[in-house]
């Protein structure tokens, strides 16, 4: 449709529909409390909780306990502790079960037993203060016990060692900040804008609204850019109105002379000008890039609900890249400048630090540009599918999942935890033989029974329909890109979860040990995966969810499963991965062979072709080239493309059965 | 006398990934001129929503060719949206706006000036009854008000078409009665109006000529008498059974 605008009626419209929603966000009290006030509350309040917290410690305050049978030379060095010590019996332990007493401590030769009540705070306080008199009574007990033996040993060489840390408590609350801040800033920005977000689009189409606006003469493009800018505004606000809260906070401590936390944040100088500046450069792209996922995720839901069901995975996607910028090794390298979300909490980290250069800011702020930029084109493109619009109108399945679908899901679990244990022992007994048994027997054979106990047609659950060549041609491209793309990836997990090294080498370890023959190997690592996980996954399982999900809630629930089927955190995120692609080429081919194909294809370049590859590239001094991240751009690129030229076949058209 | 709207063999069909395509509405043609209430008939389901949807620019027609106040639905889709005005029973209002917002921000959307939206608004809330709320907030109101909001919201602009999809559903009797006037004084005002309905009663008091839809496709159309000739039958129940099992 044409939906064109000149420049400047094009930001008087996204400015009429700003101003609109604007309006209506702030009208919203609870999200205007929950998103912009409460923050403002919540860390003088913390503050005041964990200081009240912290007055329970209080080490002024003097605790009654009762000593039994230790020697005059132990009560030395009780002093300075605050504790008002009575000789006693340890008949008197009455006294500490009715309270008259916190702790009894009774000496029986080299014995000390601690008489207290764990359900006791200051009984607790007073063991931790007694264990202190307890350990320095131990190390002077020793040293006359090996000076009694002739041993002449100087105080010295048993003192404790006592560091002393130099740097500034302002330094290393920067440091700690530096760590913490950019996580919290991209958790606060996801979390502060997503109530806007959701509300203006996907509450929209649920209320009919959107429906009535697009009658209007407005470009589809002006109001997604209009509500976009809503949820920039609101993510920076309740970005602003946490960092106001922890300036309140710290404005208290300085107030009350007391550092607010144990971490000693608050005493975290105030950033100077130059660094506040660099700071807003790279929250302001990391807003507009989180304003974008927001937004897209609004407009592919169909509903308020809808939406936020993908906020929570949306959100835990982002955790492991925001560990990559936690993890006490990571620097801003080129590679991890190009990572979204990654790239702008290291750059953050690093102002923090003082250590940021110039070229990494630049290439951080600027890609981040570049993917809230890609990002709000794709919801703009959502924003004229008909079928999103129209929001109350679901296709089978909608945003619940039927009883079917949920029969599925649960069938998937019970056999991950049937596999767990079952594989798990058969494959410790005999290593090939439990290999065969578990993907031929554990594996293939409940995929195959499972559609004929729930009656589904057998043929069409399972995808085994005659493949177009287009796709089969396709099919060694996809998966040499999601091999170069795994290694792209586990470069970068290596940063934040390094993957233990034998598990690097297993396969190799698996040839040696056993002896294998390349064409056992071949029948055990390529074509039974190839075959057995695809009937199951892309198969039965796939088969059963896609009539009554969306295609893209379907790709997402078999890579989960796929990713949790291979009972390793180090590999869940790229299996999952492969699996959510494997997901699209099946709906995209109609048919699991391709998928057969792409997974033993994929199986055989990780077991024999990469480790070679690598070498020969190690030889000619490119070893970095596989991992470097315009390779794993291209291969993103080409992976895209080639889902895309991916066609189904054509479909009968039906009437519409009264709908 | 040129028609406001013209469709010829306008077709819908819905992609479906399961089960190939889905036929909303097929081969649909009618004309409608100003001054005219033309019903369009049929089941729920029967393709009247997806029609209108069509004719509104909401829905892109997968075949066939659909004129509004002389623009192309497909090739000058903002040129259809500014002669319109639609209202369906699941057009929604924004509840946290009163009417008066509400209807000044979608007059801005129109770029009608400043000024002349906020006498139009005036004459609206006077026309409807609803001066005294226009400063409630709409999800305070009542249903009938916010249909009367409704109704406001579509003809704001002042548009020579209305498109109204069912606008009597889930209402009362007495709210219903209102928005029949309101087409009623359309009407005498020259307006062009597609309304779509399946209650008969509704078709018998308003329409000058009806199409009966059924499955998507257009099963015949005419004014009351021709399509009582056309059937033999007297009452409207009977003439629709017999154009739809027929």
């Given at each position: ?143 006359h016990r090996l000076a009694e033996k002739g041993r002449n040993v100087e105080p010295s060489r048993i003192a404790a060692i006592d560091p002393v840390d130099l740097s500034s408590p302002e330094a290393r609350a920067s440091t700690t900040l530096g760590k913490i801040l950019p996580f919290l800033l991209v958790i606060i920005l996801l979390t502060g804008g997503s109530f806007a977000a959701i509300d203006v689009i996907a509450g929209e189409k649920e209320r009919g609204t959107l429906e009535a606006l697009f ?405 000619a001094g490119l070893s970095g080239l596989l991992t470097h991240p315009f390779t794993a751009a291209l291969a993103l690129c080409v992976l895209v493309l080639s889902i895309r030229a991916l066609r189904a076949r054509s479909l009968p058209v039906r009437e519409m059965a009264g709908g | 006398m040129a028609p406001s709207i013209e469709a010829v063999g306008l077709t819908k069909i819905f992609h479906d990934p399961h089960s190939g395509g889905i036929v909303a509405a097929s081969d649909i043609s009618f004309e409608c001129y100003p001054g005219e209430i033309f019903g369009l008939l049929g089941c729920n389901g029967a393709g009247k929503s997806t029609t ?195």
């Amino acid at each position: 449709m044409t939906e064109e605008a000149r420049p400047w009626a094009s930001v008087m419209g996204s400015w009429h529909i700003f101003r609109k929603e604007i309006l209506e966000v702030l009208r919203d009290r609870r999200a205007v409390f929950v998103a912009f006030v409460l923050p403002l509350l919540l860390y003088p309040l913390l503050y005041l909780w964990l200081g009240a917290i912290a007055n329970l410690r209080d080490e002024k305050r003097p605790l009654s306990i009762g000593v039994a049978g230790a020697g005059d030379d132990f009560f030395v060095h009780l002093s300075g502790l605050n504790l008002k010590v009575e000789r006693r019996m340890l008949s008197d332990i009455e006294d500490v079960r009715e309270g008259d007493l916190v702790v009894l401590a009774h000496f029986e030769g080299a014995r000390v037993t601690l008489y207290h009540r764990a359900t006791d705070l200051w009984s607790r306080e007073a063991l931790r203060r007694l264990r202190v008199a307890l350990d320095a009574y131990r190390d002077v007990r020793i040293f006359h016990r090996l000076a009694e033996k002739g041993r002449n040993v100087e105080p010295s060489r048993i003192a404790a060692i006592d560091p002393v840390d130099l740097s500034s408590p302002e330094a290393r609350a920067s440091t700690t900040l530096g760590k913490i801040l950019p996580f919290l800033l991209v958790i606060i920005l996801l979390t502060g804008g997503s109530f806007a977000a959701i509300d203006v689009i996907a509450g929209e189409k649920e209320r009919g609204t959107l429906e009535a606006l697009f009658v209007h003469p407005v470009d589809r493009k002006l109001v997604v850019r209009g509500k976009f800018f809503v949820v920039f505004a609101a993510s920076f606000v309740a970005l602003g109105s946490n960092l106001i809260g922890l300036l309140l906070a710290q404005g208290l401590s300085a107030f009350l002379g007391r550092p607010v936390d144990s971490l000693g944040l608050t005493q975290a100088a105030i950033p100077g000008p130059w660094v506040a500046i660099g700071i807003f450069l790279l929250t302001g792209p990391l807003a507009l890039l989180t304003s974008g996922i927001l937004i897209l995720i609004s407009a592919y839901a169909r509903s308020f609900r809808e939406a936020q069901t993908y906020l929570l995975p949306v959100t835990l996607l982002t955790l492991p890249l925001l560990l990559l910028a936690v993890a006490p090794e990571a620097t801003l390298s080129s590679a991890v400048a190009i990572v979204p979300l990654a790239n702008a909490a290291l750059a953050i980290r690093e102002l923090l630090e003082g250590r940021l250069t110039v070229v990494p800011f630049l290439i951080a702020s600027s890609t981040s540009l570049l993917y809230a930029w890609l990002v709000l084109r794709n919801a703009q493109t959502l924003l004229l599918r008909e079928d999103l619009v129209l929001g109350v109108e679901e296709p089978p399945g909608g945003s619940s999942l039927d009883v079917r679908a949920r029969r599925a899901l649960f069938f998937a679990g019970g056999l991950l935890g049937v596999l767990y244990f079952a594989a798990s022992s058969i494959q410790s007994w005999n290593l090939l033989l439990g290999l065969t048994i578990t993907l031929w027997g554990l594996v293939l054979v409940p995929a195959l029974i499972y559609p004929w106990i729930v009656g589904s047609p057998f043929l069409e659950t399972l995808a085994l329909r005659t493949p177009s060549l287009r796709s089969l041609l396709l099919g060694p491209l996809v998966a040499a890109s999601l091999v170069v793309l795994n290694a792209a990836y586990l470069g970068l997990q290596d940063q934040f979860l390094p993957m233990p090294i034998e598990l690097e080498n297993i396969f190799r370890e698996l040839l040696l040990r056993h002896q294998m023959s390349p064409p056992l190997a071949v029948f055990l690592f390529v074509v039974s995966p190839g075959i057995c996980e695809e009937l199951l996954w892309r198969g039965t399982f796939q088969g059963e969810l896609e009539p009554r999900a969306r295609p893209i809630r379907t790709a997402l629930w078999v890579g989960f499963f796929f990713g949790l089927f291979h009972f390793s955190i180090y590999r869940l995120f790229p299996t999952a991965a492969v699996g959510f692609v494997l997901a699209l080429v099946r709906q995209r081919a109609g048919s699991i062979f391709p998928c057969m194909l792409i997974h033993a294809t994929y199986n055989a370049m990780l077991c024999f072709g990469l480790e070679a590859l690598l070498e020969r590239l190690k030889e000619a001094g490119l070893s970095g080239l596989l991992t470097h991240p315009f390779t794993a751009a291209l291969a993103l690129c080409v992976l895209v493309l080639s889902i895309r030229a991916l066609r189904a076949r054509s479909l009968p058209v039906r009437e519409m059965a009264g709908g | 006398m040129a028609p406001s709207i013209e469709a010829v063999g306008l077709t819908k069909i819905f992609h479906d990934p399961h089960s190939g395509g889905i036929v909303a509405a097929s081969d649909i043609s009618f004309e409608c001129y100003p001054g005219e209430i033309f019903g369009l008939l049929g089941c729920n389901g029967a393709g009247k929503s997806t029609t209108l949807r069509m004719l509104s620019t909401i829905l892109r027609p997968t075949r066939g060719v659909a004129r509004v106040a002389g623009h192309d639905v497909v090739k000058d889709s903002l040129g259809v949206r500014r002669s319109i005005g639609y209202l369906s029973a699941s057009t929604g209002l924004y509840g946290r706006l009163t009417p008066r917002e509400t209807l000044e921000y979608f007059g801005g959307l129109h770029g009608i000036d400043k000024v002349k939206l906020r006498g139009r608004i005036d004459e609206l809330l006077c026309l409807l009854g609803i001066e005294e709320f226009a400063g409630v907030r709409c999800e305070k109101l009542s249903t009938g008000m916010k249909q009367k909001v409704s109704i406001a919201r579509a003809i704001v602009h002042d548009p020579p078409v209305l498109i109204l999809d069912e606008p009597t559903l889930g209402l009362d009797v007495l709210v219903s009665s209102v928005m029949i006037r309101f087409v009623a004084e359309c009407r005498e005002r020259g307006k062009c109006i597609v309304f779509s309905t399946h209650i008969l009663s509704e078709v018998e008091k308003l329409c000058d000529r009806v199409a009966v839809i059924h499955r998507g496709t257009l099963r015949a159309s005419g004014t009351l008498k021709e399509l009582r000739e056309r059937t033999g039958k007297t009452f409207m129940d009977d003439v629709f059974m017999s154009l739809v099992e027929g």
